[in-house]
């Protein structure tokens, strides 16, 4: 007759089989701890730096960074918010003193993990 849940009953012939594969253990534990991983990511306990970026000016990760023309080659960088004030002079347009400052938009890490 049939186990708890409706399955069939465990036999004597199913206690003496053989082990499982050690590779297809392990790519069982590693596929558990990737979908482990992306779990906790959508739940916004993922790793503090997924899906940041790095500033082209000072290198350090950020989840907000501006687009901008800085220099007459016009190369577009992504700037963080205290590198752009030293880009543009603080001023959205730029001024007289960054005359190749081109704003062209913000780039938002939308996998940002919330402190709370």
Do not use: F
């Amino acid at each position: 007759m049939g186990g708890p849940e409706g399955g069939p009953e465990e036999s004597d012939s199913d206690a003496g089989a053989a082990p499982p594969c050690p590779e297809k253990v392990d790519r069982k534990a590693a596929r558990r701890q990737q979908k482990a991983a992306r779990r906790a990511e959508r739940q916004l306990r993922g790793a503090e730096d997924a899906g940041r970026k790095p500033c082209d000016a000072c290198r350090g990760l950020q989840d907000v960074l501006i687009r901008c023309q800085t220099d007459a080659t016009g190369a577009w960088r992504m700037v963080c918010r205290a590198c752009w004030v030293r880009v543009s002079g603080g001023v959205t347009d730029g001024d007289a003193d960054h005359p190749h400052y081109r704003y062209g938009g913000l780039w938002r890490n939308r996998r940002a993990q919330v402190q709370g």
